[in-house]
């Protein structure tokens, strides 16, 4: 056996150029930018959000009958949608799309933190995955969650507590994606951090019961919208 056949690792790895990685990786950006196409026929998500803000602050809220397709976030993130209510459909719409992109960017950035990846390589990474790129011109905020989640991986990572906890806690409006959080802070026994992720939940009650008209029991109503949906 030769030095250099010693030299190689058991199993070989699969290895690419990195003109192949931004070939694939352009083509997926390209493919979900090409929602934006067809972005004035996806506008049922942003309505509902809209529709949300425009009912935060009363008991309508959680009506399941104001739409076959109720508001299934908790009620305090409608306060976030008060501003577009205000709007036109339409410019809310696009304005959303816009503030998406940003945020995409935004988790590159702290992609690079996270992962001591180059800049131009995590805005690939991040805006080839088609759910962020695509959300905003859904009428969605999925890159949203994206920066929340990086944000607590980075806060984990540099063990900042604060920044973990908040970060969790935010992502309290998206409960399932949260979740997974809290189960890896019990599971690596961060109580400050945890106890942060409490203080955010107790401030979305209570901006849920002010979205709901002073309706201190609205977790209730909201699990019933949810299994209806």
């Known amino acids: 056996m030769t030095n250099s056949a010693a ?17 694939y990786g352009g083509a997926l950006v390209a493919i979900g930018l090409c929602t934006v196409l067809i972005a004035n026929t996806w506008q049922t998500d942003w309505i509902i ?23 299934v976030y908790p ?3 409608a306060w976030f949608f008060v501003p577009a209510a205000r709007l036109p459909v339409a410019v809310g719409f696009y304005l ?16 690079t933190r996270v992962y001591g990846l180059r800049l ?10 088609a759910p962020a790129t695509q959300a905003g011109f859904l009428g969605q905020f999925t890159p949203v969650a994206l920066v929340l989640s990086l944000l607590a991986v980075l806060g984990l990572v540099k063990r900042n507590h604060v920044l973990a906890g908040a970060s969790i806690g935010l992502l309290l409006y998206k409960p399932p994606d949260a979740t997974a959080f809290v189960i890896l802070l ?18 979305w009650y209570v901006a849920g019961v002010l979205a709901t008209g002073s309706d201190w029991q609205w977790p209730t109503l909201y699990f019933q919208v949810i299994r209806h949906y």
Request: aromatic share 6%; hydrophobic share 60%; proline share 5%.
């Open 186 to 203: 019990l599971a690596r026994k961060e109580w400050r951090a945890l106890a942060i992720v409490a203080l955010v939940a107790g401030a």
């Open 49 to 71: 959000l809209r529709s949300a803000g425009a009912l935060a602050g009363t008991k309508r809220l959680l009506d399941a009958s104001n739409s076959t397709t109720p508001f």
């Open 96 to 111: 959303n799309s816009v503030l998406m992109l940003c945020a995409c960017a935004g988790a590159a950035i702290i992609a």
């Open 120 to 129: 131009p390589l995590a805005m690939l990474l991040v805006f080839a995955w």
């Open 7 to 23: 030299a190689k690792p058991a199993g070989a790895q699969l290895r690419i150029s990195n003109a192949r990685v931004w070939a």
């Open 75 to 77: 009620p305090g993130v």
